[in-house]
């Protein structure tokens, strides 16, 4: 069988070539070694003639047809009849490094205009704010900018918005000083300037603030960004009063990559030839390994050959050492049942032994490094690392932990000691006086460890165990302090509302109905988070009518979608205020939090009061509604109308 033959035997074809944009009926010819040359084949379509194919595919010069046919004679060892162009023929449409190629439009551009009857380069340019056409040969490879644009050819016109490859020169920037700044535009929010200058952590928004307040002295409100006005992005991590700067890419670095979603630091690594992401480290001064990563943040992967990392350690296993997930892809939460016969936290430690407060001789028959640093309370992606680092800096031992060695018997080491000075090698700590110790199982997560112990949320866990990172991973075998008297619980830490009464609605919310009581429980959790489930379950308590959703549901049944929560019931949804009048679908992957940041929000719970009746401790689904704005309430959520609008106008049953 032949290419043509080959190739027409599909349906149709659509493969991007290395920087075409997508177009049908396109393959690439990796699989074919005699065509290497040619990067890009296309199946001619009716009523095309040779100047539409060669347009298509961004060829230039006064003759398009011209540089294609030459293309195909050099390349592909066919003579093209532009006079002629039979439909189904396959021609080669692209390649690099000959002067009849065509230009390619840059693969991560941000924008990319298809070109229509009066366009050129210099109107493009007025249109789209570049200073001069030359500039579009920046991110359009091979674009000849004296040379005419024809109509549909495709011009990348803003280019990617990632940071520029660069390494601060450290200590001579002074602490306090901006390394960069910006000028606010129309559209600007904050979380969006904060992960595209690679801000990390659970709140990039957070961050941005900080450096503003810190190094210009500057308050603002993310909710109403003064345009115009100037603000600071960048910063050098000097010291730790700086730890809310972002990370930077090297100065050598040759290959950088967007983060998408669903992406983590380990896939990025591995996808890029690495081990794991300890690899990223000399590539990306200042990047937190334990720290989240957000879509939009810039990795850099490759470096000039001296910059290229040495191979790592292979992870740990996979079953032993889960991975970190950026906060658009955490899986749903499962709640287990508390551990009856839990262990009473951490075993008694040994004295002192140089530097380090405590230390442990390894059991009879061996024990493995990320065992042992587990029990101890290591958080993080790499439990085991953290207490080879914790070893050599305080007793300037080595600990082979590679591979998941077992660490000899009788072998004495450090477990044990409170960051200080930089370090982030320690462990948390349980708080003295706790009465009741959890050990954490497969599928745990610290929102609901603290709601099953009667807490609120995960930020509620953080006095009781004095260094414990929410949005570090927690691993089965971790033990953390849920009851001590010592504490008395006040508002989360990273959560602003009010405390919930049982129904999740904050107490003296305007415009929300009174919620019925429930005993004594502040706050309940559902833990059947499936939304059919929930429907059965309405529909039977209220209806006494039990659903088949097995199957599609019968054209004109009558069903119970709305309700509130009395006593005992958690199969009510939460409601949008009447006043609401600006509404977003969730899309997969969305949280509170991203979706609260995208609307002007500092976090999730801002969305409470906007929706009555929600549980930002619950995940969302793909489908939910949630009134982000609302009139009266420009950015905050403050002053709501009455009412509330959950369900159409049916009548009730």
């Not at 977003?584 to 509170?592: P, Q």
């Amino acid at each position: 069988m032949n290419l043509a033959t080959l190739l027409l035997s599909f349906v149709s074809f659509s493969i991007t070539s290395n920087a075409l944009a997508v177009v049908d009926n396109t393959v690439q010819l990796s699989s074919y070694p005699q065509y290497k040359d040619c990067k890009a084949v296309y199946i001619v379509q009716a009523n095309e003639a040779c100047f539409d194919v060669a347009v298509k595919f961004n060829h230039q010069g006064p003759d398009p047809a011209a540089n294609l046919m030459q293309l195909n004679s050099e390349l592909f060892g066919t003579s093209l009849d532009c006079n002629n162009l039979n439909v189904g023929i396959v021609v080669c449409v692209d390649c690099e490094g000959k002067p009849y190629c065509p230009y390619h439009v840059a693969n991560d551009c941000t924008k990319v205009h298809k070109c229509e009857k009066g366009d050129t380069l210099n109107t493009l340019a007025s249109i789209y704010g570049v200073s001069n056409k030359s500039d579009f040969a920046q991110f359009n490879l091979g674009l000849q900018v004296e040379i005419n644009v024809y109509p549909e050819h495709q011009v990348c016109v803003i280019p990617p918005t990632k940071p520029p490859p660069y390494t601060p020169q450290y200590g001579k920037v002074p602490d306090g000083a901006c390394a960069r700044t910006h000028v606010l535009q129309n559209g600007d929010n904050c979380y969006d300037l904060a992960v595209n200058n690679n801000m990390q952590g659970p709140d990039p928004a957070a961050r941005l603030i900080s450096i503003n307040q810190r190094i210009l002295g500057m308050n603002f409100n993310c909710a109403a960004l003064p345009v115009g006005a100037t603000v600071c992005v960048d910063c050098m991590r000097i010291g730790v009063a700086a730890s809310d700067c972002p990370y930077h890419l090297s100065q050598t670095c040759s290959k950088i990559h967007t983060v998408a979603e669903g992406e983590t630091l380990t896939t990025i690594a591995q996808a890029n030839g690495m081990a794991d992401a300890k690899g990223l480290l000399p590539l990306n001064p200042g990047l937190d390994l334990d720290a989240f990563i957000y879509a939009a943040n810039t990795v850099c992967t490759q470096g000039t050959p001296n910059m290229n990392p040495p191979n790592q350690n292979p992870p740990p296993s996979p079953n032993n050492n889960p991975t970190p997930q950026t906060p658009n892809t955490r899986p749903s939460p499962v709640v287990n049942a508390p551990n009856p016969n839990y262990v009473p936290g951490p075993q008694p430690t040994g004295p002192p032994l140089g530097a380090c407060p405590h230390t442990y001789v390894v059991k009879q028959g061996g024990e493995k490094c990320f065992d042992i640093g587990v029990n101890f309370n290591q958080q993080g992606p790499d439990p085991a690392q953290k207490l080879v680092s914790m070893n050599q800096r305080l007793l300037g031992v080595t600990l082979n932990c590679q591979n998941q060695n077992v660490l000899q018997a009788g072998v004495t080491i450090c477990v044990d000691c409170t960051n200080t000075g930089g370090a982030t090698d320690c462990p948390y700590h349980l708080s003295q006086g706790c009465t009741k110790v959890y050990t954490i199982v497969a599928g745990d997560e610290l929102n609901k460890i603290a709601m099953m112990n009667g807490l609120r949320n995960g930020s509620d866990l953080l006095p009781l165990n004095p260094g414990l990172n929410l949005d570090l991973v927690i691993f089965p075998g971790n033990h953390v302090c849920v009851v001590n008297p010592a504490f008395a619980m006040g508002p989360a830490a990273n959560n602003n509302q009010p405390k919930p009464v049982s129904s999740g609605i904050p107490v003296g919310a305007v415009g929300v109905p009174a919620a019925p009581a429930r005993g004594d429980c502040p706050k309940t959790y559902v833990v059947n988070q499936d939304p059919a489930a929930k429907i059965l379950s309405l529909n039977q308590r209220l209806l006494n009518v039990s659903l088949n959703c097995g199957a599609p549901l019968q054209a004109g049944t009558t069903v119970c979608v709305g309700c509130l929560n009395n006593v005992g019931t958690t199969d009510c949804p939460f409601m949008m205020s009447a006043t609401c009048t600006s509404v977003h679908m969730v899309a997969t992957g969305e949280t509170f939090n991203s979706i609260a940041m995208a609307n002007g929000f500092t976090n999730g719970a801002s969305l409470v009061a906007l929706n009555p009746g929600i549980d930002i401790n619950s995940p969302l689904v793909a489908g939910n509604k949630v009134c982000v704005k609302a009139s009266g309430a420009p950015g905050n959520g403050v002053g709501l109308g009455g009412g509330t609008m959950p369900y159409p106008n049916l009548p009730p049953i």
